[in-house]
Structure formats: C-alpha cells, structure tokens
C-alpha cells in the first residue's frame, strides 16, 4: 500500500460549486497534515496546516482530517476560476524527516 | 521576505556535465529538502536535511550528492546528468507547527 493515495483526477466543476478534494495515508507516524496549491510552472503554496483531527477554516477553504481514519480533505466553497490549479495533499513527522506528498488532484473551474 | 530562494531557474545540461543547484531560504527552519518533479510521478524526494550538518537519502537519491551549508542553505549536485535527470528541481524548508515551504523551481534539460 502506498503511504499516500490521491485521486488525480482530472475534476472539473462550474463557478460556485463546492469542490471536495480527499486522500487517504496509511502511516501512523504522520503528526502533521498540508494542503497544497501548485499552478502551473509555479512551486507548490502553502494554503492549509494543521495537526489536529477536526476542522480547520480559512475563508473558503476548510481542511478536515479524521486520523482514526487516515483521511483528510480540502474544501472549497464558492470555487472560482482563479481555483483551477493541481492541489497537492501532504503529511509530516515532528523529527522534520519525512515530508510525503500525494501526487495531485488537477481541478479546473469554468466560468 | 524572500522566503525560499533556489537558482537558477533553468538550466539546460549536455549528458555527462556537472552541475550544482543552489537553494537559500530566510526563514530558520531547521530542515530543508529536495524534490523533483515529472509528469505523473509527483513530488519525489531526493535528499533531505532534518537540521544543519545532517543529511539522508529520500526516495530517488541516486546521481545526485547534496550539500547543507549552514542553517540557510542546502545545494544538490548531480556529477554525471543523465537525460532521466531532466525534470523540475524543488528545494522546500519546514518547521514544526509552520508548515513547509517551497522555491520557485529549477527547470533541468539534458540532452
């Protein structure tokens, strides 16, 4: 089993809708969880943080991550063409050794 | 603010030449990393650098040698480029309870 699967999609989705992005991890050791965004020919930018199961907002983002689970998720309200990017979901350990990345959901949002 | 600082931003390599990737971040963090980047593939690590003076191998380390100089930068060298090293190069840092963060990229050809 990898340690991260993401579905890479291609989504696609209308101006305003919601957009729900996943990925399951299956290392336990994992303490810290990352969203991504990534356009293209650019580097990845930070956009959510956090190490707590639960919810975590950021104006029309919410990041949700249930670790008894092993999942997490991005969500994106009122989704805009300014969205369309690849999102990139990631985990951490606290030593600072390991940093996985899952290989990208490409989400494009017509106007 | 300059964040994450990594040159050049593209490069192009005949088979067998030598070259050193620079990367500078100004934020503290203690770990910083290499990524590269194809098609398909995703992030794969390289090498890594959990704190100034150590470095290990991450999940593509071969061809490749790396440097962390100080607290603030960590340069990766390839000795002999191959053409299966053309690919985009990414130097991030991190912190516990920051987040990580990532350089604009290196676009590598060799041919």
């Known amino acids: 089993q990898k340690e991260v699967e993401q579905d890479p999609g291609p989504l696609s989705v209308p101006e305003g809708a919601i957009v729900s992005l996943n990925c399951t991890y299956s290392?336990?050791?994992?303490?810290?969880f990352m969203w991504y965004r990534q356009y293209s020919r650019k580097g990845p930018e930070l956009l959510m943080y956090?190490?707590?199961?639960g919810n975590k907002e950021d104006g029309r983002f919410t990041a949700q991550v249930d670790k008894s689970s092993k999942y997490i998720s991005l969500f994106i309200r009122d989704s805009q063409p300014s969205d369309s990017a690849t999102y990139l979901c990631?985990?951490?350990?606290?030593?600072?050794?390991?940093?996985?990345f899952g290989k990208g959901t490409t989400l494009s949002v017509s106007s | 603010n300059a964040g994450v600082t990594q040159t050049p931003k593209f490069q192009v390599l005949k088979t067998g030449q030598s070259m050193t990737l620079q990367c500078a971040q100004d934020?503290?963090?203690?770990?910083m990393y290499w990524y590269r980047q194809d098609p398909g593939m995703g992030l794969r690590l390289i090498y890594y650098?959990?704190?100034?003076?150590?470095?290990d191998k991450g999940e593509v380390p071969n061809g490749y040698n790396v440097s962390r100089l100080n607290k603030r930068e960590f340069s990766l060298r390839l000795e002999s480029a191959a053409p299966s090293q053309t690919s985009v190069y990414f130097c991030?840092?991190?912190?516990?309870?920051?987040?990580?963060?990532f350089g604009q990229g290196t676009r590598l050809t060799v041919v």
């Open positions: 990631a985990w951490a350990n606290q030593a600072g050794t390991a940093l996985i």
């Open positions: 290392n336990s050791a994992f303490q810290y």
């Open positions: 956090t190490y707590s199961s």
């Open positions: 934020m503290n963090h203690n770990s």
């Open positions: 650098s959990a704190s100034e003076g150590t470095t």
């Open positions: 991030a840092s991190s912190e516990v309870e920051r987040g990580a963060f």
